[in-house]
């Protein structure tokens, strides 16, 4: 079945640090691939989707691309703000299947 | 933001007894899902709804029931609560099921099961 895989955390890193969360999947066909956040106390919400091969997503300076050829995709802020700080889960839907999340990444941004 | 509420956001319950966490939406959307949440799970997909009165099983349904009697509330019970039940749990909801339909979440409801 479709899975997802993205690096554990946690990740500490000071104000207008690059950043990067590796995101790899498993799928069947052309899955849609998901960059979710959460806030401290919040519910999820969609960061940036890609719904087929060479897209790129992006919102808030935040950006990922689909690779199919490496079936990645990772995330990635040139400079990060303490703003920032929160859960990112990376998540995949495929065709009529439901969507898969993975176990999140907790990103911690220091002044 | 989506129009989704959870009701109640915090509860506290004993092992036995049945627990309802409701699931209310003002965008008309026809799919409706639970998930919860746990630490190095990330979120699992409880049961969802494609319509009225019809649902569906996910990952994680043992142990949990839902119904959907109006398009806007979505409610799922826990017959007979236990200690690892305890979660928070949260209603999504999406216009569609195709490949790239956003999921628009809730607030959350955080359930202790003592």
């Known amino acids: 079945g479709n899975s997802v895989t993205q690096m554990e955390g946690p990740v500490t890193l000071s104000e207008e640090a690059f950043l990067t969360i590796n995101c790899t999947y498993t799928?069947?066909?052309?899955?849609?691939l998901f960059w979710y956040v959460q806030y401290p106390g919040e519910g999820l919400q969609l960061l940036l989707k890609a719904t087929k091969a060479d897209d790129k997503g992006s919102n808030k300076g935040f950006e990922a691309t689909y690779r199919k050829e490496t079936t990645s995709f990772h995330l990635e802020k040139g400079s990060v703000q303490v703003s920032d700080s929160a859960v990112y889960f990376c998540?995949?839907?495929?065709?009529?299947?439901?969507?898969?999340f993975g176990k999140g990444t907790k990103l911690t941004v220091n002044p | 933001d989506a129009g989704i509420t959870q009701s109640p956001r915090h509860k506290v319950t004993e092992t036995g007894t049945p627990v309802t966490l409701r699931c209310h939406q003002t965008?008309?959307?026809?799919?409706m899902y639970w998930y919860r949440q746990d630490p190095g799970h990330g979120l699992r997909l409880i049961h969802y709804?494609?319509?009225?009165?019809?649902?569906d099983k996910g990952e994680v349904s043992d142990g949990y029931s839902v119904s959907r009697s109006k398009t806007e509330d979505f409610l799922l019970t826990l017959e007979s609560a236990t200690s690892s039940q305890t979660s928070v749990y949260f209603c999504?909801?999406?216009?569609?099921?195709?490949?790239?339909?956003?999921?628009?979440f809730g607030p959350g409801t955080r359930l202790t099961v003592l």
């Open positions: 709804s494609y319509g009225v009165k019809d649902t």
């Open positions: 999504a909801i999406s216009a569609g099921q195709l490949a790239g339909d956003e999921q628009f």
């Open positions: 965008e008309n959307h026809r799919y």
């Open positions: 799928a069947t066909g052309y899955p849609s």
């Open positions: 998540a995949l839907q495929g065709g009529s299947e439901k969507l898969v």
